[in-house]
C-alpha cells in the first residue's frame, strides 16, 4: 500500500480546560478523496488548523510525506504544500484572477533593465495554463474578483492551490452558499484533482457531496474520532447516525 500523505498521531490540542481535539489519529494517502464529518464543535476545525500550522498541538504528531514534520505557521504548511481553502476563500475582491493567483507571490521582471515592476503578462499566461489544465472556464482572467460567480470564486482559489504545487488540498464547506449547478461543478473539479494523484480533505455538512466524491470517511464527535468508514460501504443513515451519537461504534479508529 502507498505510503500516506499525511499521518496524524495521537493530536490533542486543549484551549483551557477544554479538549477541543483528543488523541486524534488519520491518514490521507495519494489520490484520496476523505471526508471530515462532524456537528459543529466535534473538533473538525481544530484539527484542520492543526495540519495547516495555525494552531501547535499540545500533544502528539504529524507526519507529512513520511517524515514527522513540526509547523509553527501557515507559511511552514504551505511550504511543505499543504494549501486549505477556507470558506471566505481568502481571495482580494478589487483585483482581477491572475492577480490573486499570484496574490503575495507575484512575478516581477526588469523595467529599462533597473526598475522591478509586475510582470502582469506572465502572470496571466501562466494563470491561464493552470486553469486550462484544471478545465476551468472564465471569460477573463482580467475581470475583478468581485464580478465572478461563487463557483467562478471557488475555482480560482483551488487554481491558486494547484499552481502553487499543493501536495494536499483541504477544503471546508466548499460548496456552501452555491446553486446547485455550481456546486457540481467544484465536485466535478474535486475529481479532477482525485485523477490527479493529489488527496483532499473536505469538511462538509452536505451529504450529496460527501458521497459523490469522497474514498473514505472520518467522523469525529466532540474532539475524538469515534468512526471510519469506506465510503461505499456505508450510507447516510449510518453517517448522520455517527456524527448525532445515535449509533455507538467501538472507537478503535479502524476502518469498520
Do not use: C
Amino acid at each position: 500500500m502507498a505510503e500516506a500523505m499525511l499521518e496524524v498521531r495521537g493530536l490533542t490540542k486543549r484551549f483551557g480546560g477544554l479538549t477541543a481535539v483528543d488523541r486524534m489519529d488519520m491518514q490521507v494517502f495519494p489520490g484520496e478523496v476523505v471526508g471530515l464529518l462532524g456537528d459543529n464543535g466535534a473538533g473538525k476545525s481544530t484539527l484542520i488548523k492543526m495540519v495547516s500550522g495555525v494552531y501547535h498541538p499540545d500533544e502528539g504528531q504529524i507526519f507529512f510525506e513520511g517524515k514527522e514534520v513540526r509547523m509553527s505557521s501557515p507559511a511552514d504548511a504551505l511550504e511543505l504544500g499543504i494549501e486549505t481553502l477556507y470558506q471566505d476563500l481568502a481571495l482580494a475582491e478589487n483585483l482581477d484572477v491572475f492577480s490573486n493567483i499570484f496574490m503575495g507571490r507575484e512575478r516581477t521582471k526588469r523595467f529599462l533593465g533597473l526598475i522591478p515592476v509586475l510582470d502582469h503578462e506572465t502572470m496571466h499566461e501562466e494563470s491561464k495554463k493552470v486553469l486550462n489544465r484544471l478545465e476551468i472556464e472564465i471569460p477573463s482572467l482580467r475581470n475583478l474578483i468581485k464580478t465572478l460567480s461563487g463557483g467562478q470564486r471557488q475555482a480560482v482559489a483551488i487554481g491558486r492551490s494547484i499552481y502553487w504545487n499543493a501536495k494536499l488540498l483541504i477544503m471546508d464547506e466548499p460548496t456552501a452558499a452555491l446553486g446547485v449547478a455550481e456546486q457540481r461543478k467544484v465536485l466535478d473539479l474535486v475529481r479532477l484533482l482525485r485523477s490527479q494523484n493529489i488527496p483532499i480533505i473536505i469538511i462538509s455538512h452536505q451529504m450529496y457531496d460527501i458521497f459523490s466524491v469522497t474514498d473514505r470517511l472520518v467522523v469525529m464527535r466532540r474532539g475524538k474520532k469515534v468512526a471510519e468508514r469506506i465510503t461505499e460501504q456505508t450510507n447516510t443513515d449510518e453517517v448522520i447516525g455517527l456524527i448525532t451519537g445515535s449509533e455507538e461504534v467501538a472507537q478503535t479508529g479502524k476502518i469498520g
